[in-house]
């Protein structure tokens, strides 16, 4: 436990001290509030509030990207010789997977948290009870997609690749979850895409819990965008809550054995010629 605390500890104090990346998120999902606002206007039809809509889809966004970026950290701490010290240390692989999995949440959950507070003064209402559950999707989905952004990078070959996978990845992903545009004003050539993402289903049990739809009816699920209709069978937003759940558990596993393998001393990190 005091390995996967030192890496814990260790990487959230490399992130506070990173104020150009922490400026740059806050920035970022501002940007998007306030150009992606026009866009609802048209486009969230049957929408009660479209801004926390909105609001809302940008709060997972940031929590999602957030974790998967953060694995960029491996290729960080190999290029530094970090990576080198701690493989040689007398302390398991998986605990160093662990740790890195766990800060990459906290970091991604904060972020998130910091994007709420922006909401709040925007117009965004919660409760204590609903601001909880917030939270613990938050965590729920900091740790998925932690653990995804790790088994890829214990994939890659090179920091160059690793940089490449997670930008293919993350703009698509991003678009089809309808965290920024609504699923349902999507042409129907694409909702098989939206189904296969699990971003889609991050982005709906938020939803369902941020903007406290619990007593809306099946249809009304459905019209807003959070619930999805996927050939006869209705996912509910708690169907996406279980399928998150099943999604982390899997790649949680996959990432830490992946890591146990994994040969770092192979992967090729590219620097600046000076």
């Not at 369902?208 to 009304?220: D, F, K, P």
């Not at 996912?235 to 949680?252: D, W």
Request: glycine share 6%; with cysteine.
């Amino acid at each position: 436990m005091r390995a996967i605390k030192a890496i814990f500890i260790r990487n959230l104090t490399n992130f506070i001290r990173d104020r150009t990346r922490f400026i740059f998120t806050i920035l970022m999902a501002v940007f998007f509030l306030f150009i992606f606002s026009f866009a609802m206007k048209s486009a969230a039809i049957g929408i009660a509030n479209p801004i926390n809509y909105l609001i809302s889809g940008i709060i997972i966004m940031s929590v999602f990207q957030t974790a998967l970026n953060n694995s960029m950290n491996i290729i960080e701490d190999i290029s530094s010789g970090f990576m080198r010290e701690i493989l040689v240390s007398p302390i398991s692989r998986w605990q160093i997977s662990i740790g890195q999995i766990l800060s990459s949440s906290v970091i991604a959950v904060l972020q998130g948290l910091i994007i709420v507070i922006v909401g709040l003064f925007m117009g965004l209402q919660t409760d204590p009870v609903h601001f909880i559950e917030m939270i613990g999707v938050m965590i729920l989905v900091g740790v998925t997609f932690s653990s995804i952004g790790l088994f890829l990078a214990t994939l890659a070959k090179s920091s160059a690749t690793f940089q490449v996978i997670v930008t293919v990845l993350v703009l698509p992903l991003t678009l089809l979850s309808g965290a920024l545009i609504p699923t349902t004003t999507m042409p129907s050539f694409l909702l098989p895409l939206v189904f296969i993402n699990p971003m889609t289903y991050t982005t709906s049990i938020f939803r369902y819990v941020s903007l406290r739809m619990e007593g809306l009816s099946a249809a009304q699920l459905l019209k807003a965008g959070v619930a999805f209709d996927i050939y006869g069978f209705t996912a509910l937003p708690y169907f996406s809550l279980i399928l998150i759940v099943v999604i982390g558990m899997l790649f949680l596993f996959l990432c830490v054995s992946r890591f146990n393998k994994a040969d770092f001393s192979a992967v090729k990190v590219f620097r600046p010629h000076r």
